[in-house]
């Protein structure tokens, strides 16, 4: 896979999903990243995943995000190469890929806003090329990279690029979930399933699901939700209303990201309760102030910071989280339409979180399935 470049020397390239606009995406060949800044990482992926923002996305929801950019902020792979100051890592440790970049040292990064770093926050897939692609250049790598054990399973840590720290920090930490709380999540999507997880850490007394998937639903009961309310008759905030005596609930999770769903939050907040938004909105919502002026509400939105990373790695690898159950479907890279349009269509092929992994990785592992 080489062909010439401009100064005539043959150019390494590599397989990219490339965004073209709304609804276009494409399989195409792209010259392998290389080292910019002394900062960077090239990361060989082994295995990527698509995150309900890709869709987002698609739907041209995220306007960052341009023609002829190489989607994907979720990933594991293996240092390839690094530029002369990355100094945590070297050629051939396993990693996971954070989605978000930072430098560590601005305004931001200080204040644990690692999302809002002055150079960095969410690039990957974003405002440079990302993850779902045999390799990626990682700025700051330093930061943005953890090192894996080898012996972790490459699905289980592909949760934390993005689903397990989004849903414990705009969700859980956010919502300042306490023992005894009724917490609604609504949305049973990957992020809304990784915020029931999350969630579930400081005991709540309740947690009622709410999605329009009943497959997702019956898998939030497995995970430990206590109710799951349907929600495409339009009557969930009823409904949920009715399970909690018509008082609502402490925390309300949005991990949708439309108006219907952040409308269901405050339908169903209790007086002093926390909404925690989540979902990345393409569109304006209406913030019902008239009624929610007086009900001592707290209402949240966040980017991920990915600061509680490490935590959650260290109890995936400790065995007290067990993230790979989070993933229902697995495709090669040349498949990755097919997986984009199972996660699409999730409620028809019963799809949670699919996997997307590299063809190179079949050749050094010829017994892998
Ligand atoms: N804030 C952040 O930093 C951050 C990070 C990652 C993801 N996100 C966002 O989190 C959201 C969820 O991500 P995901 O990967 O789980 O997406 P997903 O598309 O897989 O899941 C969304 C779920 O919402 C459900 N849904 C749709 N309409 C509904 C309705 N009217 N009522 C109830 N449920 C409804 C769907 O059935 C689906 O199960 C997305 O908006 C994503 O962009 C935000
Ligand atoms: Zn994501
Ligand atoms: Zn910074």
Not at 54 to 63: A, F, S, W
Not at 311 to 340: N, Q, T, W
Request: charged residues 20%.
């Amino acid at each position: 896979m080489a062909k010439p470049a401009d100064n005539g020397k043959s150019m390494a390239m590599m397989k990219a999903l490339v965004f073209h606009g709304p609804h276009k995406l494409v399989l195409e060949d792209r010259p392998k990243p290389v080292i910019l800044q002394p900062t960077d990482a090239v990361v060989r992926i082994t295995t990527t995943t698509i995150c309900g923002t890709d869709l987002h996305i698609l739907k041209g929801d995220v306007p960052t995000v341009v023609d002829g950019r190489i989607l994907g902020h979720e990933g594991v792979g293996v240092v390839e190469e690094m530029g002369t100051n990355v100094l945590n890592f070297k050629k051939g440790d396993k990693v996971l890929i954070s989605l978000i970049t930072a430098c560590g040292r601005c305004s931001f990064c200080r204040k644990a806003m690692y999302s809002h770093c002055r150079t960095g926050g969410w690039l990957l897939g974003n405002s440079i090329d990302g993850t779902q692609a045999e390799y990626v250049r990682v700025p700051y790598a330093d930061t943005g990279l953890r090192l894996l054990t080898p012996e972790i399973d490459d699905e289980a840590a592909v949760m934390l690029s993005c689903i397990l720290p989004t849903g414990m920090e705009c969700g859980a930490l956010c919502g300042q979930v306490k023992p005894g709380d009724i917490v609604a999540i609504v949305g049973a999507g990957p992020v809304g399933l990784a915020a029931l997880l999350a969630v579930k850490l400081y005991s709540p007394a309740e947690i009622i699901m709410i999605d329009l998937d009943d497959n997702r639903l019956e898998v939030a009961r497995s995970f430990g939700a206590t109710k799951a309310v349907n929600s495409s008759d339009g009557k969930a905030a009823e409904r949920v209303m009715a399970l909690t005596r018509a008082e609502g609930v402490d925390v309300a999770i949005e991990a949708v990201g439309i108006p219907a769903t952040f409308d269901i939050c405050q339908l169903i907040i209790a007086p002093g309760g926390r909404m925690a938004n989540v979902g990345v909105h393409g569109k304006p919502v209406t913030l019902n102030l008239e009624k929610l002026w007086a009900s001592n509400i707290t209402l949240t939105t966040r980017l991920v910071d990915a600061g509680t990373t490490s935590m959650l790695l260290g109890m995936v690898e400790r065995g007290s989280l067990d993230s790979k159950k989070l993933v229902s479907h697995r495709f090669r890279l040349s498949e990755i339409l097919k997986a984009y349009d199972t996660f699409a269509n999730a409620a028809k092929e019963h799809a949670l979180k699919v996997t997307i992994t590299t063809a190179r990785e079949k050749i050094i592992h010829p017994g892998m399935v």
